[in-house]
């Protein structure tokens, strides 16, 4: 079906676009295309998707992978996704909330194997989104997801910026990020307040050198919690430790006394978790 056509029939049936479930569509296909290949839908690949609105990027992620199991929580889009995806044998729907479901539960819907998530994400829950995917020990390969501009930054930023966080440190443990595209507000309807860029995470084993992810994530959000306090006050607060003690954890990684946790890179968190063991202090 036509992109003209598929927003005629949204028009036509009366649909309404709810802004609470970040319902902006997309419908230019060059753009969908080019998404689809930034995801890495490509001959051999299953894609999760994420959002599948009025199944537009559903199609493009179809006509170029073998397998695409997409989830929409809003059921209003049943009778217009069996006529905009109709044909796309290869195309799976399911009317389920992936924040909502466990690993199993995907798994059983999924099948074995690896695979892509891709998805032009509603802004409310991108990052719960992301870390679902990102933290979990499913076989993901990469994560490609449209999110809003500062998002993008953040996920992408580097150690000692303005926009790295906890969250560019939880992606990282999963893989490397990078911006493929910045998208302008007017390629979406109805246009959002704020500009948007495409994000693909690519998995990298072995990130957490052998450490515990947890362990890690733990160290990492300390690391961030008060950005004004240096290393050793939030440590001492998030583990409920002296601050000599966390001051020499701090030492024997090899860090000033005075380093602030937005300015370590993961590898430096990795050093950190492990000082932290070997000066009994966790
Ligand atoms: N993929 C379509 C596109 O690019 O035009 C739609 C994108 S729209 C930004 C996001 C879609 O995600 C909406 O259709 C919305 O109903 C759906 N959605 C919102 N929360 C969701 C969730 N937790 N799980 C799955 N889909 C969700």
């Known amino acids: 079906m036509e992109k003209a056509d598929i927003r005629e029939l949204l028009r036509a049936s009366g649909f309404r676009f709810d802004k609470a479930l970040g319902q902006n569509f997309i419908f230019d296909g060059n753009l969908l295309s080019a998404i689809a290949a930034d995801a890495g839908a490509a001959a051999g690949e ?7 609105g009025a199944g537009t990027l559903t199609r493009a992620l179809a006509d170029a992978a ?10 209003r889009l049943k009778d217009i996704l069996s006529l905009t995806l109709a044909g796309a044998d290869n195309v799976t729907v399911v009317f ?3 924040l909502k479901m466990t690993d199993a539960e995907l798994s059983a819907v999924v099948g074995g194997g690896s695979f892509r998530v ?18 979990s020990d499913l076989p993901v390969s990469s994560i490609t997801v449209m999110v809003q501009k500062e ?7 580097r150690p000692g910026t ?17 911006i ?3 998208v302008g507000r007017r390629m ?4 959002p307040n704020v500009d948007s860029a495409v994000v693909r995470i690519d998995r990298v084993e072995g990130r957490s050198c052998g450490e515990d992810p947890a362990a890690l994530r733990r160290i990492i959000r300390a690391g961030f919690a008060m950005r004004r306090k240096t290393l050793a006050n939030n440590l001492a607060a998030a583990y409920s430790v002296p601050r000599e003690k966390a001051n020499e954890a701090i030492a024997a990684a090899g860090f000033p006394p005075l380093v602030r946790g937005e300015t370590l890179s993961l590898s430096d968190y990795i050093k950190l978790l492990g000082a932290l063991r070997a000066t009994g202090t966790i």
């Open 188 to 191: 979406f309807l109805p246009a």
């Open 162 to 178: 303005p926009e790295y966080s906890a969250v560019t440190l939880g992606v990282k443990l999963f893989g490397d990020a990078r």
């Open 46 to 52: 299953t894609v999760v998707e994420i959002g599948t």
């Open 180 to 182: 493929t595209r910045d």
């Open 151 to 157: 998002v993008a930054d953040r996920l992408v930023a």
């Open 96 to 98: 389920r909330d992936v």
């Open 118 to 135: 891709a998805g032009n994400l509603p802004y409310c829950v991108t990052t719960p989104m992301i870390m679902r995917f990102a933290e």
């Open 66 to 75: 073998d397998r695409v199991i997409s989830f929409e929580v809003d059921e």
